[in-house]
């Protein structure tokens, strides 16, 4: 079983829709929890941050932890085409951005 | 800043050659991390150093795999010889000790071995 479970899609919504990105964990240690996103082609880019649990919002997103269900979620409003993209969650038990374990990735097309 | 840099963008090589793929970091950045991304396997760290010292290679899949940090603005990663079960994206990320909370990636290097 790997430490991180996400789902690898593919998602296609219609724009405007309010999208819902998961992920799950097994690694209790984990305190820092992020959000990637990655447009074609491209490397990773870190789009949200939080530690331990509870929310946080960011414009259009919200990322949502609950450690007590080992479950992470990326909320995003409103949804643009631009936002069409693969969302990566990752973890980390220590603060810094050492030796992240990254979820499998989840393609997300938003359609006009 | 120009953010990191790798070269090159896109590598076809024959199996049994050598393959050396590059990585300049974030100036002033003291972390360096190499991964591989494939469908499969998704995003994989492989190695990552600290102040040009190896930390953790825990993740470099087999020994035809070597990476090497000689200065902070230079990091090569070698697959010697290549496979094709090698073909992947492989990505450099850079970051800032001990404070920062996100890695900068690269674009990544494409490689195909056939």
């Known amino acids: 079983q790997k430490e991180v479970e996400q789902d690898p899609g593919p998602l296609s919504v219609p724009e405007g829709a309010i999208v819902s990105l998961n992920c799950t964990y097994s690694?209790?240690?984990?305190?820092?929890f992020m959000w990637y996103r990655q447009y074609s082609r491209k490397g990773p880019e870190l789009l949200m941050y939080?530690?331990?649990?509870g929310n946080k919002e960011d414009g259009r997103f919200t990322a949502q932890v609950d450690k007590s269900s080992k479950y992470i979620s990326l909320f995003i409003r409103d949804s643009q085409p631009s936002d069409s993209a693969t969302y990566l969650c990752?973890?980390?038990?220590?603060?810094?951005?050492?030796?992240?374990?990254f979820g499998q990735g989840t393609r997300l097309t938003i359609n006009p | 800043d120009a953010g990191v840099i790798q070269s090159p963008r896109h590598e076809v090589t024959e199996m049994g050659q050598e393959v050396t793929l590059r990585c300049k970091p974030i100036?002033?950045?003291?972390?360096l991390f190499w991964y591989r991304q494939t469908m499969m396997r998704g995003l994989e760290l492989l190695i990552y150093?600290?102040?040009?010292?190896?930390?953790?290679d825990s993740g470099m899949p087999e020994d035809r795999f070597s990476a090497k940090m000689p200065n902070a603005s230079f990091s090569t990663l070698k697959i010697q010889p290549s496979e094709p079960r090698d073909s992947a994206v492989y990505f450099c990320?850079?970051?800032?000790?001990?404070?920062?909370?996100?890695?900068?990636f690269g674009p990544g290097t494409r490689l195909t071995v056939l």
């Open positions: 990320a850079s970051s800032l000790d001990p404070q920062g909370d996100t890695q900068y």
């Open positions: 690694n209790s240690a984990f305190q820092y």
């Open positions: 939080t530690y331990s649990s």
């Open positions: 990752a973890m980390s038990p220590i603060q810094g951005a050492q030796k992240l374990v």
């Open positions: 100036s002033g950045h003291d972390y």
């Open positions: 150093f600290n102040n040009n010292v190896p930390i953790d």
